[in-house]
């Protein structure tokens, strides 16, 4: 008991959780606590075609994360959407800053939000599990075991039904609203009204996760000085492993699927909030920046 | 905020340099508050106020007993609001109120208990909270270092009533729609309960901002239970759900 009032106290608490949650009690997987991971973009899934990605390599081979210029000849686009790719990809090797959701604050749409955000948090409610995304505090809500509904009317992040299968979180995402800054990655890959997602929540094996992580961060680039989230390196317990399937037929010549895979963080959680940087010092505002002149109330 | 290639190093750097300081306060700081003790009693759901005030109201009717600073920032951002030359950001861009701004919201807002930590999170700009029921919070010269616009906030249970310690805030915002102004020291205390048979909460925050401020002096907001409700996605400058319900709103 002393032992675990220190470890409380002083900040190790997360050695507790696994006892100590709610979710447990329940009878469904405890996801709780901080989650992230330092490098963007999807992870491969086995058996999937890659999704898509930078063209633009660093020495190293790694993706460099300043000069996004997806790979337009990823056999999964659509012409139509390869076009789209290969003219944002243009405009970023011309010097041009190409609007999307996290420069304009917009928000974070799924998948986008997986490729772009970095820290997450689970929270376990009796009807529904809320997603918290430390990015320009994004939020997201699946709703436990119903349907969606018949006359869905399309929103921002949609509308997720979730349900338990085992240790398995399952998510099921229709009806996220389109305009011009719908996109499913940060290469500006576009995503229609008929875009389905279903997302896999599960624990993994600490040391998968960790060399999950690190290969990713090889292969893809990571994010930048110092990262959005500090990995807590000494962390003995499981990863978080989202495993991603996108439909929509009218982009991708087949569904495909992408992994994320987040480690525990040591806190933190960060406060990054878009509209504060909001002056672009040569444009002014950002063209697609929302403004609310008129506000409600 | 990360805009990708935009990432400012020096920013960067700073931030780091901050999160270090503060991962460091949470494994060395212990200060003169109480070990977090059970999950608590049930607050969570959707609570919704039925009554909006632009101004922040001190209970007992008193005037915000400022320093004579804290008038002088009280009228220039009252004038600058008036005249443009103070851009209310919190309205304008939708950046967060903090607190005690936040507290008034006419919109609904969940609370959520998990192990650990109680969050609230607001419809309006999807702003998010986090109350950390595990540790205590850092001084505020350790949180001065980071600083949020929700500032950072940890909690304890006394009984049936949930005590949030908040501090660590960005100085540019206000107390209220008028512009009441508050520093990058300000210390906040809410203490939150169920009342009325468990159909409404109520937040008494107990605001202490030497500066500008000769004492603390407090203000009370009461939320209505609304299981009913769900949250809706929140688009800044876009249009939301329908608010005459709330008693002061005005704009409609």
């Known amino acids: 008991m002393l032992t675990a009032r220190v470890l409380t106290i002083f900040g190790f608490g997360w050695m507790l959780a696994s006892s100590a949650s709610a979710a447990d009690i329940a009878g469904v997987p405890d996801f709780s606590g901080l989650w992230g991971r330092n490098a963007f973009d999807f992870e491969p899934a086995p058996g999937s075609v890659k999704p898509v990605d930078n063209l633009v390599r660093m020495p190293n081979g790694a993706g460099n994360a300043s000069m996004l210029v997806g790979d337009h000849n990823n056999p999964l686009l659509k012409p139509e959407a390869a076009a789209i790719v290969k003219r944002r990809g243009e405009l970023a090797l011309a010097g041009a800053s190409v609007p999307d959701p996290s420069n304009q604050c917009a928000p974070f749409a799924p998948p986008f939000t997986f490729s772009m955000e970095l820290g997450v948090q689970l929270l376990a409610a009796k009807d529904h599990v809320t997603f918290l995304y430390n990015q320009d505090d994004q939020v997201r809500r699946a709703w436990l075991n119903r349907p969606h509904p018949k006359n869905l009317n399309p929103s921002p992040m949609g509308d997720s039904v979730a349900h338990y299968e085992g240790d398995t979180l399952v998510v099921d995402t229709v009806g996220v609203a389109t305009g011009p800054l719908a996109m499913i990655d940060r290469y500006g890959t576009p995503r229609s009204s008929s875009a389905h997602i279903v997302e896999r929540y599960r624990l993994i094996d600490g040391a998968v996760a960790k060399e999950a992580a690190e290969r990713h961060i090889r292969e893809n680039g990571p994010m930048g000085l110092a990262g959005a989230v500090l990995v807590d390196p000494k962390y003995p317990g499981r990863g978080l492993q989202l495993e991603i399937r996108i439909e929509d037929p009218g982009v991708f010549t087949a569904p495909w699927s992408a992994v994320v895979t987040y480690r525990r963080t040591t806190g933190p959680w960060l406060e990054q909030v878009c509209a504060e940087d909001s002056i672009d010092r040569e444009q002014g505002r950002q063209p697609l920046m929302p403004v609310s002149p008129n506000p409600d109330f | ?252």
Not at chain 2, 99 to 111: D, G
């Open chain 2, 1 to 252: 905020m990360f805009r990708h290639s935009e990432v400012s190093a020096a920013h960067l750097g700073f931030r780091a340099i901050g999160l270090a300081a503060l991962i460091l306060a949470a494994t060395t700081s212990v200060q003169a508050q109480r070990a977090p003790g059970s999950e608590g009693p049930d607050i969570s759901g959707v609570w919704w106020a039925s009554s909006y005030s632009p101004r922040i109201m001190p209970e007992g009717g008193s005037e915000l007993p400022f320093t004579p600073i804290g008038r002088a920032a009280y009228e220039k951002n009252m004038a600058g609001l008036k005249n443009g030359t103070v851009e209310d950001a919190a309205r304008t861009l939708c950046t967060p109120d903090g607190v005690p701004r936040l507290l008034a919201t006419p919109y609904p807002f969940e609370i959520i208990q998990t192990p650990g930590q109680v969050t609230m999170i607001y419809e309006m700009n999807h702003a998010i909270r986090l109350v950390d029921m595990r540790k205590p919070l850092p001084s505020g010269e350790q949180l001065s270092i980071l600083p949020y616009y929700d500032g950072h906030s940890a909690g304890q249970w006394e009984g049936d009533t949930l005590v949030i310690h908040s501090g660590g805030f960005k100085g540019t915002m206000f107390l209220d729609a008028y512009g009441a102004p508050h520093t990058d020291e300000m210390h906040t205390t809410e203490r939150i309960r169920r009342i009325n048979g468990g159909q409404q909460i109520e937040d008494v925050v107990t605001i202490e901002d030497p500066k500008y401020y000769v004492r603390p002096f407090t203000a009370r907001f009461v939320y209505d239970h609304h299981p009913e409700i769900r949250l809706q996605d929140y688009v800044c400058g876009e249009a939301h759900r329908d608010l005459s319900g709330v008693k002061g709103v005005v704009g409609f």
